[in-house]
């Protein structure tokens, strides 16, 4: 199982955007030391909040991330696709081949018309989205004819990814989009509130797309995400956490918080990801449920001691 970090891109606005983008860089040079697979920032537009736009900061980070991969979010509907493809072609050589993307369909009829769409019309974009992308990365002289999209004259993308393919994830919790990941997709990613039981469920999904569509599991990745706080001991990990169930936690209902958040010392936290592995998940993103500086510090240090060795043996 491989062990990463998503990180914070959302923070109120009376925290000063150049010191959120410090912290960021003091993380991910944590994370790089203490020997993490991959991290990842979010996709949102239009935000009340300080919202750190995801190709430009992961593009910075990675300057100090070693030999992590690195795994930007993309809601896709929002994009070109011919100049996405570019960015990121781009991205994958200015990390040697390190470079996943998770593509998601977004939600939020506001942010679609700003962008002049329709959040009716978000899956048939995600598609044409994702296929003039794979198909510029894979070769030269693309045509593509689509509803909204359509290249009529053979267009080539240079420079191409180092990776080839370019590895795509595709994160959502509907059935539908579980089967476009498998259908489309090299792996699918959970969403972070799901329980365990739900968390199953879904994979038995996405194992029997694999089999409708013959793809081959052994190729693809299961990504779980998880919001986690922890401590050196179990003791600190639940009474420094006691504030997520006290004041709410991003609109979990009280059975999503107590079996989705991991939250006390290093053993819970392993233990949970033993059961995940044995239901299937290939790859874990932890987010700090408690992600100010010397908080989100702790809980990967803890990580990178303890959880991480574990699963390495």
Not at 44 to 65: C, F, G, K, R
Not at 283 to 296: K, M, S
Request: some cysteine; glycine content about 8%.
């Amino acid at each position: 199982m491989k062990i990463g970090m998503s990180l914070t891109s959302s923070y109120d606005v009376s925290r000063d955007s150049k010191v959120i983008m410090e912290n960021l860089v003091e993380e991910v040079k944590l994370m790089a030391e203490l020997g993490f697979d991959s991290f990842s920032l979010g996709d949102h537009h239009l935000t009340d909040s300080h919202y750190m736009q995801v190709l430009p900061a992961i593009s910075s980070l990675a300057q100090m991330s070693g030999d992590m991969r690195l795994l930007p979010l993309f809601l896709l509907p929002f994009y070109n696709p011919i100049l996405l493809a570019e960015q990121l072609a781009t991205l994958d050589v200015i990390t040697g081949g390190r470079t996943t993307i998770i593509n998601a369909l977004g939600s939020g009829p506001a942010a679609f018309t700003a962008f002049g769409t329709s959040q009716r019309a978000r899956v048939s974009r995600f598609v044409e989205t994702f296929e003039i992308m794979q198909a510029l990365w894979a070769g030269d002289g693309v045509t593509y004819q689509g509803r909204h999209y359509k290249i009529d004259a053979p267009v080539s993308l240079n420079p191409k990814p180092v990776s080839q393919p370019l590895p795509m994830w595709i994160a959502g919790s509907a059935e539908p989009a579980i089967q476009r990941a498998a259908k489309m997709g090299d792996g699918w990613v959970v969403v972070p509130g799901w329980t365990p039981d739900l968390v199953k469920q879904g994979i038995k999904v996405y194992r029997d797309s694999l089999t409708e569509f013959g793809r081959d599991e052994r190729d693809m990745d299961i990504v779980l995400r998880r919001d986690t706080h922890l401590a050196p001991t179990s003791v600190a990990g639940h009474r420094e956490a006691q504030t997520l169930f006290e004041n709410g936690y991003r609109g979990l209902g009280a059975r999503e918080m107590e079996e989705s958040l991991i939250v006390g010392g290093p053993g819970e936290c392993i233990e949970y990801l033993e059961e995940m592995e044995r239901a299937g998940v290939t790859h874990v993103l932890f987010r700090c449920a408690l992600d100010e500086g010397d908080q989100a510090l702790q809980t990967i240090r803890v990580l990178g001691d303890d959880v991480i060795p574990h699963f390495q043996r």
